[in-house]
């Protein structure tokens, strides 16, 4: 290895990132060899603990990439078949929706799946879930497709657990120990894990401001754990073809995505696993055919590139609070370390000259108007000759794009945001440019959707609470406790699942649904790229004389059924039951958590407010909620 470009590369990266930060690691492969690798920050946020090169990190969804590949080495073996049924190998598969049938393992592979999205339930955790396949096949049991398999192309976790469960049952091993075997240790990327598996001499980082490591049972969506000089191990092995055949390997290299609109330019390229195959980038050159693949969890950004041109692999991996573009950062490294060789792969920045000339009236009247997201919303204004673009996912009106001026067909800010509008079969949608040299949906406006039925009407303002949360799960935390159904006042047929978030650390999300009967939503976004990743179809029943709704994987309870005050005495848990009481007004609680328990509290608006796994000081709650969840057999001292 280079010694000398591994410190340079390392200043560079710390010159990068927010001095706060927790960690940040790099490598790089060329011609095979190890060329440079660096490590920033600390292991935990503990000065005494520095970041070192061995350390792990969660790449999320690179591991789609591994799991690809082990798909793959079970073809070659003549076990599976790209283009069979997913159902010819888990007869245990089945959904709310014929069509699922129609699903192959190749459609897993390449996000077309049609499937959800993303089983939310114990995807991420503070320990390892032995359970959770079933979890996964109960999710799809009562889950329905947002398009018919083969449609179009958008980002889907849910077919990459598919494929897991799919290899798991051919093979006969989990995921992990099949990857150990004929993919990592042919390599010696003895380093790459799962989480339920960490490797011996080797530490793994925690993001300084997490209650502690996250696992992600999701293995083959998002749960791999490596230092990077084993990613680039691994993304060298496609270079050389030394795990999986060159025929493979193409196979995996070929865009498989279906655009929708055709003006998407992203999703073509996607290939099997990979986000890009012809990756490039804004700011070098890295010839044709490069490989590409992002991951992010809770508390990691990681990136994997692999260019054949120049025969390098490279990865990056960090704590979102570097504040740094990781996929920027990769790209800077691997320029500089190319020049230290004597090649120059940079591409100057260019200064635009543009004309912006009036927005055309027809523009303003079809596009002005409110739009979704998967999880949020926005709203599109015009004002004079200049477009602003607002979040309005919480009520409020926050800046996500103000002032763009337009320009033949397109919109361009200060800052070098550049956007646009597409209408295509009778929708419209607002789309995006981003730093792969890409023009990708984000947005579908929300118009000609069916009304509201008097069943949906009056469930605006009733509030659940998920009911059957874990202890260990990490979102259950952050924003899926509480969910408020809401009407939404601006457009018509919408009402919109908004699931409380933790002021602190939580992400706000709204849900949008639309009506398909009384008792199920529809999932009416239908762009690829990620513009519709994650939809779900609510379903409502009725349980023991009180509402319940189903989504995302998890079951949530009319809290109007559930007032029970909270006392004091003893709560005692039952592992997959959530237990929630309402704290009387002037009353404050004072709770012993048990090791094998969890406590949320929420105010009187229901944010939550109090993590017992994330500690910290019990703010006032008179008026609001406790929610207890446990190991069977936990048990909670009350005193208010």
Known sequence: MNCTLSEKLTNLVREAVSPDLTAISFAL????????????????????????????????????????????????????DLDAPVVQYLPRFKMADPRYKDITVRMCLCHQSGLPGTHWKNGFTYAWID?????????????????????????????????????????????????????????????TCASDRLPIGHDHVVMKTAPGMEYLPVVGAGGINSDMMDVCRFGNSFLTHSVLSAESCAEMAKPHGLPQPPQDTFSHYLGLGWDRVAF??????????????????????????????????????????????????????????????????????????????????????????????????????????????????TGEKQPLFTGLQYCEGRFYSPQGGELGFVEHNGFKYLFMSNAMKVFVPAMQKIENLRPLTDAWKKRDGRQYYFCDA??????????????????????????????????????????????????????????????????????????????????????????????????????????????????????????????????????ADLHIVYDSYAGGSVPAVSGGYALFTGQTGARFSVLL
């Open 29 to 80: 492969m060329k011609d095979g060899r190890e060329l440079a690798a660096g490590a920033v920050g600390t292991l935990d946020g503990r000065p005494s603990h520095p970041a070192k090169t061995t350390d792990l990190y969660n790449i999320g969804s690179i591991s789609k990439v591994y799991v690809t590949a082990a798909v793959m080495k079970l073809v070659e073996m003549g076990k599976i």
């Open 131 to 191: 359970h959770y396949h079933e979890d996964v096949y109960d999710y799809f049991a009562h889950s329905r497709l947002k398009a018919a398999p083969g449609t179009y192309t958008t980002y889907c976790n849910d077919g990459f657990t598919l494929a897991e469960m799919v290899a798991a049952e051919v093979s006969g091993m989990a995921l992990s120990d099949f990857l150990r075997k004929y993919i990592l240790a042919p390599i010696g990327a003895f380093s």
């Open 280 to 393: 490039e980038s804004k700011i070098c050159d890295l010839g044709e055919g490069v490989l590409m693949k992002s991951g992010g969890t809770v508390q990691f950004l990681s990136y994997l590139i692999v260019s054949p041109k120049y025969n390098l692999a490279a990865a990056i991996s960090g704590t979102p609070d570097t504040k740094a573009d990781h996929l920027t950062l990769l790209c800077r490294l691997i320029t500089e370390a190319l020049k230290e060789e004597g090649t120059d792969i940079s591409i100057p920045p260019a200064a635009p000259q543009r004309d912006f000339s009036p927005i055309p009236a027809d523009i303003k009247e079809k596009f002005a108007g409110y739009y979704a997201m998967p999880t949020s919303l926005s709203q599109v204004e015009f004002e004079g000759e200049k477009l602003n673009v607002w979040n309005i996912t």
């Open 470 to 603: 874990m202890p260990d799960d990490i979102i259950w935390g952050m924003s899926t406790a509480i969910c408020t159904l809401k009407v939404f006042p601006h457009a018509e047929g919408v009402m919109l699942a908004c699931l409380q978030a933790n002021p602190d650390n939580g992400m706000p999300m709204v849900m949008p649904l639309a009506v398909e009967n009384d008792n199920v939503s529809r999932m009416f976004l239908n762009a690829s790229a990620s513009a519709s990743r994650d939809q779900f179809a609510a379903e409502f029943y009725e349980k023991d004389g009180t509402e319940e709704m189903y989504l995302c994987g998890m079951r949530y309870r009319d809290i109007s059924y559930n007032k029970q005050p909270l006392e004091t005495g003893d709560v005692v848990a039952e592992y997959g039951k959530t237990q929630i009481f309402a704290i009387p007004e002037g009353k404050q609680p004072v709770v012993y958590v048990p090791e094998t328990g969890r406590l949320l509290l929420t105010d």
